[in-house]
Protein backbone atom coordinates (compact mmCIF):
# COMPACT_ATOMS: atom_id res chain seq x y z
CA UNK A 1 0.00 0.00 0.00
CA UNK A 2 2.57 2.24 1.07
CA UNK A 3 4.50 1.50 -2.39
CA UNK A 4 1.20 2.85 -4.54
CA UNK A 5 0.85 5.84 -2.53
CA UNK A 6 4.42 6.74 -3.15
CA UNK A 7 4.18 6.58 -6.99
CA UNK A 8 1.19 8.29 -6.97
CA UNK A 9 2.54 11.28 -5.45
CA UNK A 10 5.78 11.32 -7.51
CA UNK A 11 3.53 10.86 -10.54
CA UNK A 12 1.71 13.87 -9.32
CA UNK A 13 4.73 16.49 -9.23
CA UNK A 14 4.96 15.65 -5.36
CA UNK A 15 8.42 14.46 -3.89
CA UNK A 16 8.01 11.00 -1.99
CA UNK A 17 8.12 12.15 2.09
CA UNK A 18 7.32 9.94 5.25
CA UNK A 19 4.68 13.22 6.19
CA UNK A 20 2.49 11.75 3.82
CA UNK A 21 2.13 8.59 5.45
CA UNK A 22 1.56 10.23 9.17
CA UNK A 23 -1.33 12.34 7.06
CA UNK A 24 -2.58 8.82 5.76
CA UNK A 25 -2.41 7.10 9.61
CA UNK A 26 -3.66 10.94 11.52
CA UNK A 27 -6.45 10.85 8.63
CA UNK A 28 -8.10 7.36 9.53
CA UNK A 29 -7.45 7.40 13.20
CA UNK A 30 -9.69 10.59 13.02
CA UNK A 31 -12.04 8.62 10.53
CA UNK A 32 -12.20 6.09 13.22
CA UNK A 33 -12.70 8.65 15.68
CA UNK A 34 -15.37 10.98 14.28
CA UNK A 35 -17.87 7.81 13.25
CA UNK A 36 -18.33 7.46 17.19
CA UNK A 37 -18.75 11.40 17.55
CA UNK A 38 -20.33 13.00 14.82
CA UNK A 39 -23.29 10.06 14.35
CA UNK A 40 -24.51 10.60 17.84
CA UNK A 41 -28.05 11.11 16.15
CA UNK A 42 -28.38 7.63 15.03
CA UNK A 43 -28.91 6.54 18.35
CA UNK A 44 -31.03 9.19 20.06
CA UNK A 45 -34.34 7.58 19.05
CA UNK A 46 -33.51 3.73 19.17
CA UNK A 47 -32.62 4.81 22.80
CA UNK A 48 -35.32 6.87 23.27
CA UNK A 49 -37.42 4.06 22.39
CA UNK A 50 -35.49 0.98 24.06
CA UNK A 51 -35.40 2.78 27.82
CA UNK A 52 -37.86 5.44 27.56
CA UNK A 53 -35.25 8.06 27.61
CA UNK A 54 -36.12 12.02 27.25
CA UNK A 55 -33.89 13.14 24.08
CA UNK A 56 -32.63 16.22 26.30
CA UNK A 57 -31.80 13.06 28.73
CA UNK A 58 -29.76 11.29 26.15
CA UNK A 59 -28.23 14.09 24.80
CA UNK A 60 -26.77 15.03 27.61
CA UNK A 61 -24.62 12.59 27.39
CA UNK A 62 -23.04 14.13 23.97
CA UNK A 63 -22.87 17.23 25.77
CA UNK A 64 -20.82 16.14 28.90
CA UNK A 65 -18.64 14.26 26.48
CA UNK A 66 -17.57 17.22 24.06
CA UNK A 67 -17.27 19.75 27.61
CA UNK A 68 -14.66 17.13 28.69
CA UNK A 69 -13.09 17.13 25.54
CA UNK A 70 -12.81 21.09 25.10
CA UNK A 71 -12.19 21.64 28.92
CA UNK A 72 -9.12 19.19 28.81
CA UNK A 73 -8.02 20.09 25.16
CA UNK A 74 -5.45 22.62 26.07
CA UNK A 75 -4.25 20.48 28.34
CA UNK A 76 -3.97 17.84 25.83
CA UNK A 77 -2.43 20.21 23.13
CA UNK A 78 0.23 21.27 26.32
CA UNK A 79 1.31 17.41 27.52
CA UNK A 80 1.84 16.96 23.56
CA UNK A 81 4.15 19.92 23.45
CA UNK A 82 5.93 18.67 26.64
CA UNK A 83 5.92 15.00 26.47
CA UNK A 84 5.38 14.20 23.02
CA UNK A 85 2.13 13.68 21.41
CA UNK A 86 2.61 9.73 20.77
CA UNK A 87 2.82 8.96 23.51
CA UNK A 88 -0.81 11.23 24.95
CA UNK A 89 -2.22 9.41 22.00
CA UNK A 90 -1.64 5.85 23.52
CA UNK A 91 -3.36 6.76 26.07
CA UNK A 92 -6.05 8.64 24.61
CA UNK A 93 -6.68 5.76 22.46
CA UNK A 94 -7.00 3.45 25.58
CA UNK A 95 -9.40 5.63 27.43
CA UNK A 96 -11.22 5.66 24.05
CA UNK A 97 -11.30 1.94 24.12
CA UNK A 98 -12.37 1.46 27.41
CA UNK A 99 -15.06 4.15 26.97
CA UNK A 100 -16.73 2.64 23.93
CA UNK A 101 -16.91 -1.01 25.42
CA UNK A 102 -18.30 0.56 29.09
CA UNK A 103 -20.81 2.26 27.28
CA UNK A 104 -21.76 -0.96 25.78
CA UNK A 105 -22.74 -1.66 29.02
CA UNK A 106 -25.06 1.15 29.76
CA UNK A 107 -28.04 0.38 31.41
CA UNK A 108 -29.18 3.44 32.73
CA UNK A 109 -28.36 6.88 32.34
CA UNK A 110 -25.78 7.40 34.84
CA UNK A 111 -23.46 4.80 33.27
CA UNK A 112 -24.24 6.71 29.97
CA UNK A 113 -22.94 9.52 31.11
CA UNK A 114 -19.70 7.98 32.48
CA UNK A 115 -19.21 5.62 30.06
CA UNK A 116 -19.89 8.02 26.93
CA UNK A 117 -19.80 11.25 28.98
CA UNK A 118 -16.10 11.19 30.55
CA UNK A 119 -14.13 8.29 29.46
CA UNK A 120 -15.02 8.37 25.66
CA UNK A 121 -14.55 12.45 26.18
CA UNK A 122 -11.17 12.53 27.42
CA UNK A 123 -10.06 9.87 24.84
CA UNK A 124 -11.49 11.52 22.14
CA UNK A 125 -9.73 14.87 23.66
CA UNK A 126 -5.80 13.19 24.04
CA UNK A 127 -6.14 11.10 21.09
CA UNK A 128 -7.26 13.81 18.39
CA UNK A 129 -5.94 17.02 19.53
CA UNK A 130 -2.31 16.26 19.05
CA UNK A 131 -2.77 15.49 15.23
CA UNK A 132 -3.20 19.05 13.65
CA UNK A 133 0.68 20.05 15.16
CA UNK A 134 1.90 16.82 14.70
CA UNK A 135 0.72 17.83 11.02
CA UNK A 136 2.41 20.68 10.85
CA UNK A 137 5.90 20.10 12.23
CA UNK A 138 5.86 17.57 9.36
CA UNK A 139 5.54 20.18 6.49
CA UNK A 140 7.88 22.65 5.22
CA UNK A 141 5.64 23.15 1.76
CA UNK A 142 2.33 21.72 0.76
CA UNK A 143 0.82 22.00 3.89
CA UNK A 144 -2.51 22.73 3.01
CA UNK A 145 -2.88 19.81 0.87
CA UNK A 146 -1.52 17.82 4.15
CA UNK A 147 -4.23 19.53 5.86
CA UNK A 148 -6.88 19.08 2.83
CA UNK A 149 -6.16 15.16 3.09
CA UNK A 150 -6.23 15.28 6.78
CA UNK A 151 -9.58 17.10 6.67
CA UNK A 152 -11.65 14.64 4.65
CA UNK A 153 -11.30 12.59 7.32
CA UNK A 154 -13.94 14.17 9.66
CA UNK A 155 -16.31 14.21 6.91
CA UNK A 156 -15.35 9.95 5.82
CA UNK A 157 -15.96 8.64 9.45
CA UNK A 158 -19.46 9.83 9.61
CA UNK A 159 -20.48 8.88 5.85
CA UNK A 160 -19.14 5.69 6.26
CA UNK A 161 -20.63 4.68 9.86
CA UNK A 162 -23.63 6.25 9.72
CA UNK A 163 -25.56 3.71 7.87
CA UNK A 164 -23.35 1.12 8.86
CA UNK A 165 -24.40 1.98 12.65
CA UNK A 166 -27.89 2.12 11.43
CA UNK A 167 -27.80 -1.38 10.72
CA UNK A 168 -25.40 -2.60 13.50
CA UNK A 169 -28.24 -1.66 16.06
CA UNK A 170 -31.03 -2.36 13.77
CA UNK A 171 -29.79 -6.25 13.80
CA UNK A 172 -27.62 -6.33 17.05
CA UNK A 173 -28.76 -4.34 19.34
CA UNK A 174 -26.97 -1.38 21.44
CA UNK A 175 -24.94 -3.23 23.64
CA UNK A 176 -23.28 -5.74 20.74
CA UNK A 177 -23.16 -2.47 18.42
CA UNK A 178 -20.78 -0.79 20.79
CA UNK A 179 -18.46 -3.91 21.40
CA UNK A 180 -18.20 -4.46 18.09
CA UNK A 181 -16.84 -1.07 17.40
CA UNK A 182 -14.72 -0.92 20.36
CA UNK A 183 -12.76 -4.35 18.96
CA UNK A 184 -12.22 -2.75 15.11
CA UNK A 185 -11.21 0.52 16.72
CA UNK A 186 -8.78 -1.01 18.96
CA UNK A 187 -7.03 -3.56 16.02
CA UNK A 188 -6.79 -0.50 14.20
CA UNK A 189 -5.31 1.61 16.52
CA UNK A 190 -2.48 -0.48 18.05
CA UNK A 191 -1.66 -1.07 14.33
CA UNK A 192 -1.40 2.09 13.23
CA UNK A 193 0.37 3.84 15.89
CA UNK A 194 3.63 1.65 15.39
CA UNK A 195 4.11 3.39 12.35
CA UNK A 196 3.32 7.13 13.44
CA UNK A 197 5.98 9.50 14.72
CA UNK A 198 6.01 12.89 16.81
CA UNK A 199 8.37 14.92 14.75
CA UNK A 200 10.74 13.98 11.60
CA UNK A 201 13.63 14.08 13.81
CA UNK A 202 12.34 11.06 15.70
CA UNK A 203 12.33 9.42 12.03
CA UNK A 204 16.31 10.58 11.58
CA UNK A 205 14.45 12.72 8.65
CA UNK A 206 14.15 15.89 7.91
CA UNK A 207 10.61 17.53 7.43
CA UNK A 208 9.20 17.91 4.20
CA UNK A 209 10.34 20.74 1.70
CA UNK A 210 13.61 20.74 3.63
CA UNK A 211 16.30 19.91 1.75
CA UNK A 212 19.45 18.37 3.43
CA UNK A 213 22.02 20.36 0.96
CA UNK A 214 20.30 23.61 1.08
CA UNK A 215 21.74 26.55 3.73
CA UNK A 216 18.92 28.65 3.47
CA UNK A 217 16.66 29.86 6.13
CA UNK A 218 13.65 27.52 5.20
CA UNK A 219 16.07 24.39 7.21
CA UNK A 220 16.15 26.59 10.25
CA UNK A 221 13.67 25.25 13.05
CA UNK A 222 12.18 27.34 15.59
CA UNK A 223 13.81 27.23 18.90
CA UNK A 224 11.53 28.09 21.47
CA UNK A 225 13.70 27.54 25.05
CA UNK A 226 10.58 28.68 26.87
CA UNK A 227 7.06 27.14 25.46
CA UNK A 228 4.97 28.79 28.03
CA UNK A 229 6.40 32.46 27.03
CA UNK A 230 5.12 32.29 23.07
CA UNK A 231 1.79 30.46 24.22
CA UNK A 232 1.82 34.12 26.39
CA UNK A 233 2.44 36.17 23.42
CA UNK A 234 -0.01 34.06 21.00
CA UNK A 235 -2.21 34.53 23.76
CA UNK A 236 -2.22 37.97 23.70
CA UNK A 237 -3.08 38.45 20.20
CA UNK A 238 -7.09 38.86 19.51
CA UNK A 239 -7.06 36.36 16.80
CA UNK A 240 -6.14 33.88 19.02
CA UNK A 241 -9.38 34.73 21.03
CA UNK A 242 -11.54 35.83 17.92
CA UNK A 243 -10.93 31.91 16.38
CA UNK A 244 -11.98 30.37 19.56
CA UNK A 245 -15.42 32.50 19.38
CA UNK A 246 -15.72 31.49 15.80
CA UNK A 247 -14.81 27.96 16.63
CA UNK A 248 -17.87 28.48 19.24
CA UNK A 249 -20.32 29.80 16.94
CA UNK A 250 -19.98 27.30 14.29
CA UNK A 251 -19.76 24.47 16.07
CA UNK A 252 -23.27 25.54 17.83
CA UNK A 253 -24.40 26.13 14.55
CA UNK A 254 -23.48 22.73 12.54
CA UNK A 255 -23.52 20.49 16.10
CA UNK A 256 -27.55 21.20 15.90
CA UNK A 257 -28.05 19.79 12.45
CA UNK A 258 -25.14 16.97 13.21
CA UNK A 259 -27.11 15.44 15.76
CA UNK A 260 -30.77 15.90 15.00
CA UNK A 261 -30.89 16.11 11.22
CA UNK A 262 -32.04 11.90 12.09
CA UNK A 263 -34.24 12.79 14.81
CA UNK A 264 -35.86 15.42 12.41
CA UNK A 265 -36.29 13.23 9.42
CA UNK A 266 -37.55 10.32 11.80
CA UNK A 267 -40.11 13.26 13.22
CA UNK A 268 -41.42 13.31 9.60
CA UNK A 269 -42.01 9.69 9.43
CA UNK A 270 -38.54 8.89 7.28
CA UNK A 271 -37.17 5.38 7.98
CA UNK A 272 -34.29 5.08 10.36
CA UNK A 273 -31.76 3.96 7.52
CA UNK A 274 -33.27 6.71 4.90
CA UNK A 275 -32.84 9.12 7.37
CA UNK A 276 -28.75 8.01 8.56
CA UNK A 277 -28.38 8.30 4.74
CA UNK A 278 -29.80 11.91 4.68
CA UNK A 279 -26.26 12.13 7.13
CA UNK A 280 -23.74 10.33 5.43
CA UNK A 281 -25.19 12.37 2.29
CA UNK A 282 -24.36 15.67 4.38
CA UNK A 283 -20.71 14.04 5.39
CA UNK A 284 -19.98 12.91 1.97
CA UNK A 285 -20.49 16.52 0.37
CA UNK A 286 -18.47 17.64 3.25
CA UNK A 287 -15.34 15.64 2.35
CA UNK A 288 -14.76 17.68 -1.33
CA UNK A 289 -15.20 20.86 0.46
CA UNK A 290 -12.83 19.92 3.28
CA UNK A 291 -10.13 18.51 0.97
CA UNK A 292 -10.45 22.26 -1.04
CA UNK A 293 -11.04 24.97 0.95
CA UNK A 294 -7.51 24.68 2.25
CA UNK A 295 -5.79 24.76 -0.84
CA UNK A 296 -8.50 27.76 -1.98
CA UNK A 297 -7.48 29.79 1.25
CA UNK A 298 -4.51 29.47 0.35
CA UNK A 299 -4.94 31.41 -3.28
CA UNK A 300 -8.20 33.38 -3.18
CA UNK A 301 -8.07 34.68 0.69
CA UNK A 302 -8.92 32.40 4.05
CA UNK A 303 -11.41 35.20 5.54
CA UNK A 304 -13.55 35.35 2.48
CA UNK A 305 -14.02 32.04 1.64
CA UNK A 306 -14.91 30.88 5.36
CA UNK A 307 -17.27 33.57 5.42
CA UNK A 308 -18.84 32.10 2.37
CA UNK A 309 -19.11 28.69 4.06
CA UNK A 310 -20.77 29.59 7.11
CA UNK A 311 -23.43 31.38 5.13
CA UNK A 312 -23.77 27.96 3.31
CA UNK A 313 -23.88 26.19 6.86
CA UNK A 314 -27.32 29.08 7.49
CA UNK A 315 -29.81 29.63 4.78
CA UNK A 316 -30.14 26.14 3.94
CA UNK A 317 -31.38 25.20 7.55
CA UNK A 318 -34.98 27.34 6.34
CA UNK A 319 -35.25 24.38 3.74
CA UNK A 320 -35.84 21.87 6.78
CA UNK A 321 -39.07 23.90 8.45
CA UNK A 322 -42.02 21.53 8.76
CA UNK A 323 -40.86 19.61 5.46
CA UNK A 324 -41.51 15.92 5.16
CA UNK A 325 -40.46 15.74 1.84
CA UNK A 326 -37.10 13.02 1.41
CA UNK A 327 -35.88 14.76 -1.41
CA UNK A 328 -35.55 18.45 0.16
CA UNK A 329 -33.83 16.55 2.65
CA UNK A 330 -31.15 15.24 -0.23
CA UNK A 331 -31.10 18.90 -1.49
CA UNK A 332 -29.85 20.15 2.31
CA UNK A 333 -27.66 17.86 2.74
CA UNK A 334 -25.42 18.71 -0.03
CA UNK A 335 -25.68 22.50 0.15
CA UNK A 336 -25.03 22.75 4.09
CA UNK A 337 -22.39 19.80 3.60
CA UNK A 338 -20.40 22.27 1.38
CA UNK A 339 -20.54 25.18 3.92
CA UNK A 340 -19.64 22.06 7.05
CA UNK A 341 -16.86 21.25 5.15
CA UNK A 342 -15.69 24.32 4.08
CA UNK A 343 -16.07 26.07 8.11
CA UNK A 344 -13.61 24.46 9.46
CA UNK A 345 -10.66 23.92 7.03
CA UNK A 346 -8.93 27.48 7.07
CA UNK A 347 -8.01 27.06 10.66
CA UNK A 348 -4.73 25.63 9.89
CA UNK A 349 -3.46 28.17 7.58
CA UNK A 350 -4.59 30.67 9.74
CA UNK A 351 -2.41 29.34 12.80
CA UNK A 352 0.41 28.89 10.75
CA UNK A 353 -0.10 32.33 9.02
CA UNK A 354 -0.73 34.23 12.02
CA UNK A 355 1.78 32.30 14.68
CA UNK A 356 4.24 30.73 11.94
CA UNK A 357 6.28 27.80 13.53
CA UNK A 358 5.30 28.22 16.92
CA UNK A 359 4.23 25.29 19.09
CA UNK A 360 0.85 24.80 18.50
CA UNK A 361 -0.06 22.50 21.10
CA UNK A 362 -1.78 24.46 23.39
CA UNK A 363 -3.02 27.17 21.14
CA UNK A 364 -4.63 24.73 19.28
CA UNK A 365 -6.22 22.83 22.45
CA UNK A 366 -7.99 26.46 23.09
CA UNK A 367 -9.39 26.31 19.83
CA UNK A 368 -10.59 23.33 20.43
CA UNK A 369 -12.09 24.06 23.87
CA UNK A 370 -14.37 26.62 21.58
CA UNK A 371 -15.63 24.44 19.70
CA UNK A 372 -16.16 21.60 21.60
CA UNK A 373 -18.25 23.80 24.19
CA UNK A 374 -19.98 24.70 21.01
CA UNK A 375 -21.16 21.15 19.75
CA UNK A 376 -21.44 20.47 23.47
CA UNK A 377 -23.89 23.37 24.38
CA UNK A 378 -25.71 22.60 20.07
CA UNK A 379 -25.29 18.47 20.67
CA UNK A 380 -28.05 18.84 23.94
CA UNK A 381 -29.96 22.25 23.43
CA UNK A 382 -32.09 20.89 20.81
CA UNK A 383 -33.09 17.90 22.65
CA UNK A 384 -34.11 20.46 25.59
CA UNK A 385 -35.90 22.27 23.16
CA UNK A 386 -37.60 19.20 21.32
CA UNK A 387 -38.55 17.96 24.59
CA UNK A 388 -40.33 21.12 25.89
CA UNK A 389 -42.05 22.47 22.75
CA UNK A 390 -42.54 19.21 21.12
CA UNK A 391 -40.65 20.47 17.31
CA UNK A 392 -37.44 21.05 16.41
CA UNK A 393 -38.51 24.77 15.12
CA UNK A 394 -36.56 26.74 17.84
CA UNK A 395 -33.32 24.51 17.42
CA UNK A 396 -33.03 25.20 13.97
CA UNK A 397 -33.45 28.67 14.32
CA UNK A 398 -30.81 28.97 16.62
CA UNK A 399 -28.32 26.85 14.64
CA UNK A 400 -28.74 29.68 12.32
CA UNK A 401 -28.42 32.63 14.20
CA UNK A 402 -24.93 30.68 15.87
CA UNK A 403 -23.66 30.38 11.99
CA UNK A 404 -24.34 33.99 11.03
CA UNK A 405 -22.71 35.40 13.91
CA UNK A 406 -20.06 32.97 12.89
CA UNK A 407 -19.93 34.45 9.78
CA UNK A 408 -19.60 38.16 10.88
CA UNK A 409 -17.18 37.54 13.81
CA UNK A 410 -14.67 36.44 10.54
CA UNK A 411 -14.55 39.51 9.00
CA UNK A 412 -12.94 40.59 12.14
CA UNK A 413 -10.32 38.68 12.09
CA UNK A 414 -6.59 40.56 10.94
CA UNK A 415 -5.51 40.32 7.86
CA UNK A 416 -3.24 37.45 7.58
CA UNK A 417 -0.33 38.34 5.25
CA UNK A 418 2.00 38.54 8.19
CA UNK A 419 3.17 36.81 11.60
CA UNK A 420 1.71 38.00 14.59
CA UNK A 421 4.36 36.97 16.46
CA UNK A 422 8.23 37.20 16.56
CA UNK A 423 10.11 34.22 15.02
CA UNK A 424 13.20 33.21 17.06
CA UNK A 425 15.65 30.64 15.32
CA UNK A 426 18.47 28.27 15.56
CA UNK A 427 20.74 26.61 13.77
CA UNK A 428 19.17 23.47 11.94
CA UNK A 429 19.11 20.25 14.15
CA UNK A 430 22.08 17.60 12.56
CA UNK A 431 19.64 14.72 11.47
CA UNK A 432 21.76 11.25 10.85
Given at each position: ????I??????N???????????????????????I????????T?????????????T?A????????????????????????????????????????????????????????????????L???P???V?????K????????????S???????????I????????????????????????????????D??????I???G???????S?N?????K???????LI????????????????????????????????????????????????SG??????F????????????T?????F??????????????????????A??????????????P?????????S????P????????G????L???????????????????L??????????F?????HN?????????????????
Open positions: MIKQKQAIEIGFSWHYAWIIVLISSIIQTLASSRMTFGVLIPLSENFNWSQGDILYAISNIVTALSAPLAGSLGDRFGEKKIMIIGSFLFIFGLIFTGYSKNLTTLYISYGFIIGIGHSLLVLMPIMKWFKHLALGISVWMTWGIGPALSSPIAALLNKFGWQNTFWIIGIIFTVSIIYLLRYFYTPESKGLAYISNNSKTEEEPAWDISEIQKRNTQEYWNMCSIHFLGCVGHSIILIYIVPIALFQNITLIKASIILSLMTSIISRLTPLICEKFGIRFMSISLLQSIPVFLLFGTSNLWIFYFFIIFGIGYGGEAGGFILNRRYFGNPMGGTGIQFLGGLGMAGGWIGGMLFDFYGNYDLSLLSICASTAGMSILLLPSKTLIPQQKKLPTKIK
